[in-house]
């Protein structure tokens, strides 16, 4: 039987995962739609996280997803204004915290997004303006280290509050609905 490929903006809220055993009640990707047996998530985004999302039933196409030479790009709403200091900060590789050890994140592409594309959304509702400004930045990495992109706005001194994943490789988000599901007969890696 052929391997199936999907594409899911996966909401805010999600697990990227079809099972969870702990007691708290989590909410899981099956719900979102009926997958095949046999699909898994290719990386994740963590509860908090939005956005593009590719499964798969070929462990092989998860391994050159995951792997160094595929981009995934992210938009992040982070606390404050963008400056460019932060930018090249970002470009240059930062110092976070993996796994009980300091890590310095590998050079990588960081952009201040003035207008949002319409794949993004609305979203859920951060905060209002009383609380200070904030700005969105494009930030394309090739390494995938646990909560990463968050910790590396941190490390410039910009929380993440939003973060949306919007391209792996070449395939984009753009066009799909939150929460939406396309199967598709290959990735555009």
């Known amino acids: 039987m052929p391997h199936q ?25 099956g719900e979102l739609y009926p997958f095949p047996e046999g699909t898994m998530a290719i990386g ?3 509860e908090d996280s939005e956005g593009l999302l590719l499964l798969t039933t070929d462990g092989m196409m998860s391994e050159i997803v995951r792997g ?33 050890i300091r890590y310095v994140t590998q050079p990588c592409k960081a952009e201040a997004i003035n207008k949002l594309p319409s794949c993004i959304g609305v979203g859920r509702r951060i905060r ?20 990463q992109v968050r910790k590396m706005t941190a490390a410039v001194g ?7 994943r919007v391209r792996i490789g070449n395939t984009v988000l753009e066009g799909l609905e939150t929460g939406a599901v396309k ?3 290959s990735f555009d890696l």
Do not use: C, M
């Open 68 to 100: 160094k030479a595929v981009e995934k790009e992210y938009y992040a709403q982070v606390d404050g204004l963008i400056t460019e200091d932060a930018l090249q900060q970002l470009r240059n590789g930062v110092e976070i915290g993996f796994k009980g």
């Open 44 to 46: 994740r985004l963590d």
């Open 128 to 147: 209002d303006e009383r609380h200070g400004p904030t700005s969105w930045v494009s930030i394309t990495v090739t390494e995938g280290k646990f909560r």
């Open 5 to 29: 490929h999907f594409i899911l903006h996966k909401p805010h809220g999600f697990l990227s995962q079809f099972v969870y055993e702990l007691k708290r009640k989590k909410r899981l990707l």
């Open 183 to 185: 199967e598709v007969a």
């Open 158 to 164: 910009l929380p993440t509050l939003r973060l949306v």
